[in-house]
């Protein structure tokens, strides 16, 4: 829905504005300090809505981007059932950018300019995408270790301060906590298959462990996490801006290690080997350590510089290009249909 | 919120029927040109889990919305007329003061 | 047909049952994998959403009837075995769901050719002597049903909607029509089956599909094709050339791994 956010509940007189917006950011903080939900067409501070647009629209491309590496086995699936698991699960990616994209929306932002940014590049993905799923157990993996991640990360996002994004999130939770058992399943299958699909099973964990563990969590915000002063100095002042504002509820340090504590007890029943030799139960702490993730190395490797993610938006770029002629069509069409019972009144759009 | 431009994809308000005895309910929105798409895309979106029983779509901007600039006008007349609400009354269940 | 049948075939109605429900399972899967082509690539992220959508069903439509084809054969062959064990030229699905369709108006104007044919078979099939088929059919009707409505919308909307749409569709339905007569082939096989009340007649279902896509065609304010020539042998696993990479892409994976579990 695309609801005219209300930039201005009030219209004040320019002497009054500074007061004005004093208080219009009083009561926004009162709202959040109860742990009330923010509505489409409540007061809010920019920075709050761009912090959201921004989110929200990376959100939406990590799932748009995210079928891609998944899709290309669609026409490959080794067996039926597993052809018609991986189409749900593909589907249920579009369904969740569709959501997000949706609340979004209510944002004053329009889904063609979010995709357009996508396209040129100036909103970013999660660039765990930017690996290349180079055999079928990549599918089980990205499923297991990549939707694993982001089920902890988006965990917390149901009771994010924005309504419209709490609600995406909900549906997404849902159905997304389901992915991760489907792609346990598919590697289990594997692990007890041949010793080949169970190399195959091995290969892909090795690939996918630290993609997931770095880079679906964001960089180290506490330099507890082994983030060197500056990186995680910053990384803390995003966070801390996000969670007083009740959009973020976790540190990304905090989240990596749930993840971390998930994925051991489940890599060991199926008999894979995570790829990290730090990895080891830590009796005091109650937690598994691991070994400190290299971020100057993953910078280095997942810039816009692969070959992998020159692909992934070229792939998005060329379906938006292509498809181009038909949502003209369907533009054209209706506006003849349109034009052929009412013409349009302007009201309000509701939020 | 201006109307977009003429056949381009607007925004539709989608409401279900989850199953009998509940009313629709909103469960989101869809983007689409024309409301046959609209339609299908809220069943393709909406219903890829459950049975539903009926899909309604209703273009978002012919929903007509009180103002948030209006909302004390609006909305703030119910809270201080405690005769509206249950409690302000007897139980049933109590007698009365001279039934002794 | 050419295939190798492994264990005792079954002679009579039920091995030629078999064959048909073979037929109808390969179309399926062969138009699923075509529709699987498509997403990402879709023109907007609903149509991949829709597409994925139909092609899930397709594919459940294929899983049913190929493990019944294993099932009446008396091969016991699973919908695996048929799907990423046979040879292009034991596949006998028809040329229409093969042939490579262009762009998103081939899509649209192979999905009006099928889905018309699919909803009423199914409808007929329902009706079937076999208890099995004919509870199969009544499921998938509903489901083809509503794969007949996105493309009979999408038909009129690319007809009436812009030059070029208008221009692209005519192309498909150029392209695509030449192959649909042979959904409606009545060969020996077909001929047995319907005499024993197994199968439908698929020359009045070739009348009132005629009809339906005519009328669709006309609200989408787009030619009939009248094609001048017929392409057939699907149904004998001659197939077109473009079929073999098709099945090669199919079952790459499945024939990577010999003695494999999925």
Known sequence: MTGSPARAAASPGAGEEAASQARLTAEFEALLAEGETVEPRDWMPDGYRR?????????????????QPEGAWLTRAPSLHRKSVLLAKVQDEAGHGLYLYSAAETLGVDRAELLAALHRGQQRYAATFNHPALTWADTGAVAWLTDGAAVINQAPLCHTSYGPYA???????????????????????????TPAQKAMAQDAVDRWWLPAVALMFGPPDTEAAGGDAKTAALGAAVSRRAIAWGIKRHTNDELRQRFVDHCVPQAERLGLTLPDPGIRWNEERGHYDFGPVDWELYRGALGDDTHTARQRLAHRVAAHEDGAWVREAAAAYAARQSGADTAGTSTEAVA | MSRPAEGAPASWEVFLRPRRGLSHQHVGSVRASDPDMALSHARDLYTRRGEPLSLWVVRSDTVYAASPGERDPFFSNAPHKPYRYPEEFVPLSEGGEGDD | MTETVTGPARQGTDAALARYAVRLGDDALVLAQQLCGWITRAPTIEEDLALSNIALDLVGHARTLLALGGRLDGTGRTEDDFAFLRTEREFTNALLVEIPDGDFAGTVARQLAYTHHAVLLYEALAASTDPELAAFAVRAA???????????????????????SARRMRAGLERVWPCTAELFEEDALVRGLTAAGAVPAPGPLRERWHEEVAAVLKRAGLPLPAPKWHATGGRDGLHTEAFGPLVAELQSVHRQFPGGTW
Not at chain 1, 51 to 67: D, F, K, P
Not at chain 3, 143 to 162: C, F, I, K, Q, S
């Open chain 1, 51 to 67: 912090m959201l647009i921004r989110q929200i629209a990376q959100h939406a491309h990590s799932e748009i981007i995210g079928m």
């Open chain 3, 142 to 164: 509903k489901e083809v049903a509503y794969h007949r409505r996105h493309a009979d919308d999408w038909v009129v909307r690319l007809g009436l909607g812009t030059a070029e």
């Open chain 1, 167 to 193: 609600r995406a999130m909900r549906r997404v939770c849902q159905e997304e906590a389901f992915h991760v058992r489907q792609g346990y399943d598919l590697m289990k299958a594997l692990c007890e298959g």
